[in-house]
Antibody, heavy 122, light 107 residues
Framework: EVQLVESGGGLVQPGGSLKLSCAASGFTFSDSPMHWVRQASGKGLEWVGR??????????IYAASVKGRFTISRDDSKNTAYLQLNNLKTEDTAIYYC?????????????WGQGKLVTVSS | DIQMTQSPSSLSASVGDRVTITCRAS??????LAWFQQKPGKAPKSLIY???TLQSGVPSKFSGGGSGTYFTLTISSLQPEDFATYYC?????????FGQGTKLEIK
């Protein structure tokens, strides 16, 4: 069974930092790009960014709203993706989801973690 | 960036109805489109990818169609558990973009 489990959310002051983790199981993690998506309370889904696989040089790209402040990384030996959030603003308050597109017969599709709440407030 | 526009933004329907939600892209995205369902307080759930391919485990009452710039999600024989918010997302190019969502409510 494909599973994505996020950890690391919480309350942080404006200007602070936080690191989210997304632990994957049930598929070959190293073969899948990993995405992060967020959702502010009562709002729609906003794509944050993604990291590609080793075969694609672990290339990253970010939404304009977080570029230069957020960093996505991965550790294939730990089957885990990370989202480092720096210089946080109140408008970054949201639930953060990791997501993985999988192209394997029988389980192909897009999978989501359960989400982690990040609250930026003084 | 590619803009994704869903319509309607909200929709009232009755149990047993068949409904269709549309999603338009601001430029050609081929069939690189996914549909998600989200219930209050829950993570999104994937329904369809590649515009019309049902994700494993998703019932066949959900169907997707379209290509290029115009896409549809049809839900047949609505049941109480189908009332939720639905989002489309293009993955033809980065940044990936979502539609604003369609809230499906019970009439």
């Amino acid at each position: 069974e494909v599973q994505l489990v996020e950890s690391g959310g919480g309350l942080v002051q404006p200007g602070g930092s936080l690191k989210l983790s997304c632990a994957a199981s049930g598929f070959t993690f190293s073969d899948s790009p990993m995405h992060w998506v967020r959702q502010a309370s009562g709002k729609g889904l906003e794509w944050v960014g993604r990291i590609r696989t080793r075969a694609n040089n672990y290339a990253t790209i970010y939404a304009a709203s977080v570029k230069g402040r957020f960093t996505i990384s991965r550790d294939d030996s730990k089957n885990t993706a990370y989202l480092q959030l720096n210089n946080l603003k109140t408008e970054d308050t949201a639930i953060y989801y990791c997501s993985a597109p999988i192209a394997v017969t029988g389980i192909s599709g897009i999978y989501w973690g359960q989400g982690k709440l990040v609250t930026v407030s003084s | 960036d590619i803009q994704m526009t869903q319509s309607p933004s909200s929709l009232s329907a009755s149990v047993g109805d068949r409904v269709t939600i549309t999603c338009r892209a601001s430029q050609d995205i081929s069939n690189y489109l996914a549909w998600f369902q989200q219930k209050p307080g829950k993570a999104p759930k994937s329904l369809i990818y590649a515009a019309s391919t049902l994700q494993s485990g998703v019932p066949s009452k959900f169907s997707g169609g379209g290509s290029g710039t115009y896409f549809t999600l049809t839900i047949s024989s609505l049941q109480p558990e189908d009332f939720a918010t639905y989002y489309c997302q293009q993955y033809n190019s980065d940044p990936r973009t979502f539609g604003q969502g369609t809230k499906l409510e019970i009439k």
